[in-house]
C-alpha cells in the first residue's frame, strides 16, 4: 500500500542555518513526489516535485530536496533558514498508475517548521 | 492567490444536515481536487475529478459526493453530518491529470454542532 511518512512533528532551527525537513514514502513502482508548504489561514502551496531525472530537485524559496531511491527518502533542504520559512511542510506521493482508478495522492501528516531569529 | 476559488468560506451547521462546497478551478485546469484536513487525520484525499469525470477516490465516506460540471467547477455534497465532519476542505486543480502540481484554494471551514 502507498504511504508517506513524515517522522518529526516539529522541527526547530535558529536563522541562517541550515534546515533539513524529513520524508520517506512507500509506493510500488516509480513515485511521483511532492514538498507543499501551508502558512496559517491558507491553503497549500507547491514547493518542489521529482518526476524524473536529476535525484536534487531545486523548487520555490530556495528550497531543494533530494530523491534517494535506495532509501525511499525525498528529504527538504534549504541551505541558510529565514523566519519566514516557519510554517508546516507536507510530503506528497503519488504512484505512476496514473491512468488507473486506484491511482491516489498521499500526503504526509505534515511537520511544523519552526526558525527561532 | 492560487486563481482556486472556494465559496463559502465558513460554514456552521447542525448534525443531520447537508451542505454543498462549491469550487471554481484555476483558468484551463482541467482537474479538480477534494481534500479534508482535521487535526486527528490530517491532509486526507478525498476524490479527483479530470475534465467531468472521475479520476481518483481517496478515504471519501459514502455520505460524501462530488461532481463537476461543464464548466469545470465542482461541488462536493457532504450529507447526514457528524460532529466528526468539522474540517478544513480544500479544493485543488491541476492543468493535467495529476503528475504535476496542483494549486490550493483558500478552503472551506465546516463546523458541525
Known amino acids: 500500500a502507498q504511504s508517506v511518512a513524515q517522522p518529526e512533528d516539529q522541527v526547530n532551527v535558529a536563522e541562517g542555518n541550515p534546515l533539513t525537513v524529513k520524508c520517506t514514502y512507500s509506493v510500488s513502482g516509480n513515485p511521483y513526489l511532492f514538498w507543499y508548504v501551508q502558512y496559517p489561514n491558507r491553503g497549500l502551496q507547491f514547493l518542489l516535485k521529482?518526476?524524473?531525472?536529476?535525484?536534487l530537485v531545486k523548487g520555490s524559496y530556495g528550497f531543494e530536496a533530494e530523491f534517494n531511491k535506495s532509501q525511499t527518502s525525498f528529504h527538504l533542504k534549504k541551505p541558510s533558514a529565514l523566519v519566514s520559512d516557519s510554517a508546516l511542510y507536507f510530503c506528497?506521493?503519488?504512484?505512476?498508475?496514473?491512468?488507473?482508478?486506484?491511482?491516489?495522492?498521499?500526503f504526509g501528516s505534515g511537520t511544523r517548521l519552526s526558525i527561532r531569529p | 492567490d492560487s486563481g482556486v476559488t472556494q465559496t463559502p468560506k465558513h460554514l456552521i451547521t447542525a448534525t443531520g444536515q447537508r451542505v454543498t462546497l462549491r469550487c471554481s478551478p484555476r483558468s484551463g485546469d482541467l482537474s479538480v481536487y477534494w481534500y479534508q484536513q482535521s487535526l486527528d487525520q490530517g491532509l486526507q484525499f478525498l476524490i479527483q475529478?479530470?475534465?467531468?469525470?472521475?479520476?481518483a477516490k481517496g478515504n471519501i465516506l459514502e455520505r460524501f459526493s462530488a461532481q463537476q460540471f461543464p464548466d469545470l467547477h465542482s461541488e462536493l455534497n457532504l450529507s447526514s453530518l457528524e460532529l466528526g465532519d468539522s474540517a478544513l476542505y480544500f479544493c485543488a486543480s491541476s492543468p493535467g491529470q495529476g503528475m504535476g502540481e496542483q494549486f490550493f484554494g483558500p478552503g472551506t471551514r465546516l463546523t458541525v454542532l
Open positions: 506528497a506521493v503519488r504512484d505512476r498508475g496514473g491512468y488507473s482508478s486506484a491511482s491516489k495522492i498521499i
Open positions: 521529482y518526476i524524473t531525472g536529476d535525484n
Open positions: 475529478y479530470y475534465n467531468g469525470e472521475e479520476r
